[in-house]
């Protein structure tokens, strides 16, 4: 029993010395925190890496860079010769797009920002015919692709606008370069989106994330739920602290614009939590669920594959409820 006892002491030493520290990068990138954790045998200093996929993909994407690809086309520019991961994000994108009867659709900014959803200011004067004459410049079908890989547009004026899938692309691309790393366990979250792969070393069990709660106190930061994610992308969308009380009802809503009519429609869900092969889909899906609201959503997720969703909404009495398809149910923790 002596010799038993010593050999399980000395394998639980051994393993205890094998064990590495998780290593961890973290900063802001594209407007957003990033966080990067993995665990690997040796020290794999991968800053560099992960500013350069920063600087390609604003370089690219960024509307908030003027000499970006995307800013250059918006203005006008038919000579750019997009990049790889351009093409990789409209083609995602248009997949998204078309699944979801043109309910997400990159080239609604105008309209979100004449409504005072984006970062300008609200026009004034924004009525039916103002709506109507957005309208024209609204539409991902209206935007080709070149066999030169140049962007074709139908109209000068349609605007395309990534925000709601690029971060989710990002946390892939950071993920493929781990991979290339050799490195099997990680977890990567840029801007609050997520890919797992393998275990959490620390306690050698899938990696725990959580949904916030999206009637949180402002300043407080609380939780819906906790799950366990491995091997897949997972994206939130949801419009926290910005929902509205109907003083009449008592009902919860946001504030959706529906690129279909061009109007601002109330819509019952908070929040749409996704879970995808990778984060890409799950980014854009999230996104999606959005503007569709909780029963066109439903509907959606009965012709798609590959998806699980954990939905926040507001009953007509003003109650908050949850709708979380079974594979979600799944990794949902119980403690």
Same mark, same amino acid.
């Given at each position: 029993m002596?010799?038993?006892?010593?050999?399980?002491?000395?394998?639980?030493?051994?393993?205890?010395a094998e064990k590495k520290e998780a290593q961890v990068f973290s900063g802001e990138a594209l407007g957003t925190t990033y966080q990067v954790k993995f665990f690997h045998e040796t020290e794999?200093?991968?800053? @560099?890496?992960? =500013?350069?996929?920063? %600087?390609?993909?604003?370089? $690219? +994407?960024?509307? *908030?860079?003027?000499?970006?690809? #995307?800013?250059?086309?918006?203005?006008?520019?038919?000579?750019?010769?997009?990049?790889?991961?351009?093409?990789?994000?409209?083609?995602?994108?248009?997949?998204?797009?078309?699944?979801?009867?043109?309910?997400f659709d990159p080239t609604v900014g105008n309209l979100v920002n004449a409504y005072g959803f984006g970062p300008? @200011?609200?026009? =004034?004067?924004?009525? %039916?015919?103002?709506?109507? $004459? +957005?309208?024209? *410049?609204?539409?991902?079908?209206k #935007?080709?692709?070149?066999?030169?890989?140049?962007?074709?547009?139908?109209?000068?004026?349609?605007?395309?606008?990534?925000?709601?899938?690029?971060?989710?692309?990002?946390?892939?691309?950071?993920?493929?370069y781990l991979d290339l790393k050799k490195v099997d366990n990680y977890l990567v979250e840029v801007g609050g989106e997520l890919v797992a792969k393998g275990l959490n070393m620390d306690s050698e069990a899938p990696w725990v994330v959580a949904i916030d709660d999206p009637l949180q106190k402002e300043g407080k930061r609380e939780f819906k739920a906790t799950l366990y994610l491995k091997d897949r992308g997972m994206a939130t969308s949801g419009n926290y602290r910005k929902f509205r009380m109907d003083s009449i009802t008592g009902q919860r809503y946001v504030h959706t614009i529906n690129p279909i009519t061009g109007k601002s429609e109330k819509s019952n869900l908070l929040s749409a939590s996704v879970l995808a092969e990778n984060c890409?889909?799950?980014?854009?899906?999230?996104?999606?669920?959005m503007a569709l609201g909780l029963e066109r959503s439903k509907k959606m997720l009965s012709n798609i594959e590959g998806v699980e969703v954990y939905f926040i909404y507001a009953e007509e009495n003003g109650e908050v409820n949850e709708y979380s398809t079974?594979?979600?149910k799944e990794v949902l923790r119980k403690d």
């Open positions: 002596k010799i038993l006892l010593l050999l399980v002491v000395s394998i639980m030493a051994i393993r205890c794999l200093p991968i800053q @560099k890496g992960l =500013d350069s996929i920063f %600087e390609v993909i604003n370089k $690219s +994407m960024s509307t *908030y860079e003027s000499n970006s690809d #995307i800013s250059k086309i918006n203005a006008g520019d038919t000579s750019i010769v997009v990049d790889n991961n351009f093409i990789a994000v409209l083609t995602a994108s248009k997949k998204i797009y078309t699944e979801s009867d043109g309910f300008e @200011k609200r026009k =004034d004067n924004l009525n %039916e015919k103002r709506i109507d $004459s +957005m309208l024209q *410049y609204v539409g991902l079908n #935007i080709k692709l070149s066999a030169e890989k140049r962007i074709i547009k139908e109209q000068p004026e349609i605007y395309l606008d990534f925000n709601a899938i690029a971060k989710g692309f990002t946390v892939d691309v950071i993920a493929k890409t889909l799950a980014d854009g899906y999230a996104t999606a669920f079974s594979g979600f």
